[in-house]
């Protein structure tokens, strides 16, 4: 319950407020009439018709949100869909959310009229055939996902110009605006969330504007109706304007806030005119309010004299209910500079911040977060999308656990589609990963957004009387990939064909996460910035224990394979490295070093030792802040878009802009992604790749520049300022004519055309995938070479798997799928919508893949992706698979020429119980420590 909120009036109470009420008004009539019975010419008022309303409306005013007192009494969901059958949940392993999310009871649930009927262990003979029987077999069952921050159905997937309901930019302060009059039904991103878990969503406005409009709740299933309002979960009576019982208490509101570079950025205006934007409109809320009170003061008085009309504005009335307590403020709001601001406006006009959103500063200001008004904000973020612009910089992946340590409410969100909803649970899981205890890791996406929002009397936590939406998970919801079998929303099953699912049983426990502490407090003690360069290892011979595995890349073949893995418990398996090189591995191995003097022994507590990761799809390598322009490289001229270029003939080379010692790449690398390759950004002939080191302190560093020219890079999109079919005889034309070119440009097309570079072309289309790989025919055809070619991006490149296969390209994929744009629509979005993966599919017809990242903050989490891979595969990628799709794969499809040697040791099990500590590097001769 709310700090400060009143407590529903039991309902006896309710009718004595309403026979007072009665008393006033006969008063006043009475005193009226024995007014002018007594003095028949004095002055009279007249009394307003509406009295009776009025006093109902004013006798309204200090109601605080929330459910009706009967509410658990409802033996059906205003949501329920007529002719959904019972279902029984059978021998589960529930997370119910209670007790501080530490309750878990293994046994059945039944669902029925939309709700959650029992909960425990039932007789299934007493149900006979009038219910839905599902045996979980001990699977791990949860609330439904519910995210506090998104956009879904206002931000469409995929994105059309016709489709962009997210900001108005008609003023800086627009509390009357509604996000459920963009909200539409037909987004394809519904299917693609609910199959992740994710039941209900706070559909925000965007955050271009200072007050950029009310949010309203959805659940995402479809509805009968298919209208945007039958979405909506407990709107407000207002709505519609069907205010049936004037004395109910209302229901909650939402309403968007930003505050910092948003709102200042897109009205050119700066923080302190955003601030005073705010005052201004919380000043015009003010003033209404306090006329409504004084209006109110005097009806209930019965002082009708020159009372007029109730004080009333429809534009206000939104921002004037924040004032009286009724109204989630989910405030978009990064840095302690921000923060403070509206703490002070909080406390100027003394109204609640329910959370605030993204808020990648918040944990270093926990004292000042508790200062606001009313009651303390919860702080809604990503786990470890960060760097992104000055915002972010500071952010930390140990922000949800200090959080917590200071008391503050967590919530882990989406900004969907910034980050696709699908995955919310991916963030729970990554802040559990860095410190998070399990049960707010799981609270963080469920109970406790589910309280924010002010929706916590009927979801978020599994409990009799609440609403039917549950998740019936295939492993931990907090293991890696975790993935729903069944997705119930209002108790209708939601997943028509259930995916096969074969995950280990180690999958079915929450996964054992590494220690932090020490990084944790660096957190704090550097505000965000902690000193992120490897340390040598000062002995020259590091003898690392305990090794659970031990995988290497072989120079020739260009293939990973496992030296050993130490299956019996209690062998002692170890791998001794010299000077940086494998020097003697192996079980019960090596005896000699053990006795060394001046060896360093690490602990790998059964985790393995691998070839070092390469990034590649990213800007890595090019970039600080991505969105900070001077800390950039920068874009590439379109050579096809009428700018003309100053450098004609030439091929722009990705080494030259090289920016190293990001904090990005050597997070990377403490992450066990040893080099990169990056590409000139953007363009249609975007230019030559380079391979790079994420360890490099500069370019002159020994290495730095492992390869200054990698592939040569062109992109094909729907989406550039000429036609396909233009970009498509362009590259013709410099494929078939690179002979006749005297340039650069000749030169690197006939290295193509050749087959001594591959041509890696960015496709997403698999329209546009067929006419390149026709096109492919014809060069090679006329030119009588074989080209290497690679397609990136490639999201739908699964719809002609046997031809990619066929003609012998390979292919770069990003590890989930999303219909961003039309180009990449047909996604094939793999379990549990699919049982295959696109990954798993291409790999079946003999199609190299390697996986890319999306952003340099995500260039980190590539173990993960990798190892996420290979568990949507259903066994099709072993271990060794999994790691060729991020490193050696790549270099082949890439162009790298001598592959990267490094091997990473990482502590503990595999997924989200290890920890990268060292890094071996016979190049460099030297083990780095991390
Ligand atoms: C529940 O499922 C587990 C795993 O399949 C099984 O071992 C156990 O016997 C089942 N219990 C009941 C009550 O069905
Ligand atoms: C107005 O909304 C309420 C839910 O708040 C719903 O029960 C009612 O049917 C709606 N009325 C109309 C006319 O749409
Ligand atoms: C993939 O390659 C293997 C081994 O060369 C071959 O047996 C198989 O038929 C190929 N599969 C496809 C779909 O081409």
Not at 441 to 450: D, G
Request: charged share 20%; with cysteine; aromatic share 6%.
């Amino acid at each position: 319950m709310d700090k400060g909120m009143a407590f529903p009036a039991p309902k006896h109470a309710k009718k004595r407020v309403q026979s007072i009420q009665l008393g006033l008004v006969l008063l006043a009539v009475c005193s009226y009439s024995l007014t002018y019975l007594l003095w028949p010419n004095s002055r009279t008022e007249n009394l307003p018709i509406n009295t009776e309303s009025i006093i109902a409306q004013c006798s309204a005013l200090h109601l605080t949100p929330g459910p009706p007192d009967n509410f658990r009494e409802r033996s059906q969901s205003d949501r329920f869909e007529q002719g959904t059958r019972p279902t029984l949940i059978h021998n589960a392993t529930i997370w119910t959310g209670r007790h501080d999310g530490k309750e878990v009871i293994r046994g059945d649930i039944i669902i029925d009229k939309g709700l959650i009927k029992q909960l425990g262990s039932f007789d299934l003979r007493a149900y006979g055939s009038n219910v839905d029987i599902v045996d979980a077999a001990g699977a791990w069952v949860t609330p439904g996902i519910v995210d506090l921050h998104s956009h879904l159905g206002v931000d469409s997937s995929p994105a059309l110009r016709g489709a962009s309901d997210t900001n108005s930019l008609k003023g800086l302060t627009l509390p009357w605006l509604r996000s459920l009059d963009g909200l539409n039904t037909h987004d394809d991103a519904y299917r693609l969330s609910i199959s992740g878990g994710v039941t209900t969503a706070n559909v925000l406005p965007g955050s271009a504007d200072a007050i950029g409009g009310q949010a309203f709740v959805i659940k995402l299933r479809p509805t009968k109706e298919r209208s945007s309002s039958a979405m909506l979960l407990e709107p407000p009576y207002s709505l519609n304007g069907t205010h049936v019982d004037p004395f109910a208490r209302p229901r909650w509101r939402q309403m968007k806030h930003a505050c910092g570079e948003n709102p200042s950025r897109v009205y050119a205006g700066t923080r302190m005119d955003t601030q005073w934007a705010f005052r201004q409109a919380y000043n015009t809320a003010r003033i209404i309010k306090e006329k409504q009170d004084a209006y109110c003061a005097k009806a209930l008085a019965g002082q009708w004299t020159g009372l007029g009309d109730f004080p009333e504005d429809l534009q206000w009335e939104a921002l004037v209910d924040v004032l009286r307590g009724r109204v989630k403020v989910q405030n978009h709001c990064y840095e302690g500079v921000d923060i403070d601001g509206m703490v002070r406006l909080t406390n100027e006009f003394k109204f609640s911040i329910a959370a605030f959103h993204h808020a990648h500063e918040a944990y270093m200001v926990p004292d000042l977060i508790k200062k606001a008004y009313g009651t303390t904000p919860a702080v809604a973020i990503f786990a470890t999308a960060a760097r992104y612009k000055r915002e972010a910089f500071r952010g930390s992946e140990f922000a949800p656990r200090i959080l917590a340590d200071n008391g503050l409410d967590v919530v882990m969100k989406s900004d969907h589609p910034v980050l696709n909803s699908r995955h919310l649970v991916y963030e729970a899981q990554q802040a559990h990963y860095f410190g998070l205890p399990e049960n707010l890791a799981l609270a963080s996406v469920t109970s406790t957004p589910a309280r924010i929002m002010g929706q916590d009397h009927r979801i978020g936590r599994l409990i009799e009387g609440f609403d039917a939406d549950v998740v019936l998970w295939d492993s931990h919801p907090l293991a890696l990939g975790a993935t729903p079998k069944q997705v119930w929303i209002d108790g209708i099953a939601q997943i028509s064909e259930p995916f096969v699912s074969s995950k280990p049983s180690s999958a079915q426990h929450a996964p054992a996460t590494p220690n932090w502490e020490q990084e944790i407090k660096d957190a704090i003690k550097y505000e965000g910035l902690p000193p992120l360069e490897p340390t040598k290892a000062e002995a020259p011979v590091v003898v690392f224990r305990n090794v659970g595995s031990l995988f290497v890349k072989h120079k020739q073949t260009r293939t990973v394979t496992e030296v050993f893995s130490a299956t019996a418990t209690g062998q002692d398996s170890v791998v001794v490295v010299e000077d940086g090189e494998i020097v003697c591995s192996g079980v019960l191995a090596c005896p000699d070093a053990l006795t060394r003097a001046n060896v360093l022994e690490i602990d790998l507590e059964g985790g393995s030792i691998s070839p070092g990761l390469l990034t590649y799809g990213s800007p890595l390598g090019l970039v600080h802040i991505s969105g900070e322009r001077s800390t950039n490289d920068g874009p590439v001229f379109d050579v096809l878009g009428g700018v003309p270029p100053l450098i004609d003939g030439t091929l722009i080379k990705a080494a030259d802009g090289l920016l190293f010692a990001s904090r990005d790449a050597y997070i990377g690398y403490r992450n066990g992604v040893t080099s990169g390759v990056t590409a000139p950004s953007g363009g249609f002939l975007s230019g030559l790749s380079t391979v790079f080191r994420t360890d490099a302190a500069h370019k002159l560093v020994d290495g730095a520049v492992a390869q200054e020219v990698a592939a040569l890079h062109v992109r094909l999109s729907l989406n550039s300022a000429v036609s396909v079919s233009t970009q498509i005889a362009a590259l013709r034309g410099l494929l078939l004519g690179a002979g006749e070119r005297k340039d650069d440009v000749g030169k690197r097309f006939t290295h193509v055309v050749e087959g001594k570079i591959p041509l890696v072309v960015e496709v997403e289309n698999a329209d546009i995938i067929a006419s390149v790989l026709a096109l492919k025919k014809e060069v090679e055809a006329a030119q009588g070479n074989a080209i290497r070619l690679t397609l990136s991006g490639a999201t739908e490149a699964h719809l002609l798997a046997k031809e990619i296969g066929e003609a012998g390209v390979g292919v770069i994929v990003q590890q989930r799928p999303f219909p961003s744009t039309w180009q990449e629509r047909r996604i094939l979005p793999g379990p549990p919508l699919t049982q295959d993966s696109a990954i798993a599919t291409l790999v079946a017809h003999n199609v190299t893949v390697g996986i890319a990242a999306g952003e340099v903050a995500t260039v980190r989490n590539t173990r993960f992706d990798a190892a996420w891979a290979g568990l949507e595969s259903d066994g099709v990628l072993k271990k060794a698979d999994v790691i060729a799709l991020a490193s050696s794969n790549l270099e082949t499809l890439l162009g790298v020429e001598v592959p990267d040697a490094d091997l990473v040791a990482t502590k503990g099990g595999s997924g989200f119980e290890g920890k990268v500590v060292a890094i071996i590097s016979p190049r460099s001769k030297k083990v780095n420590l991390v």
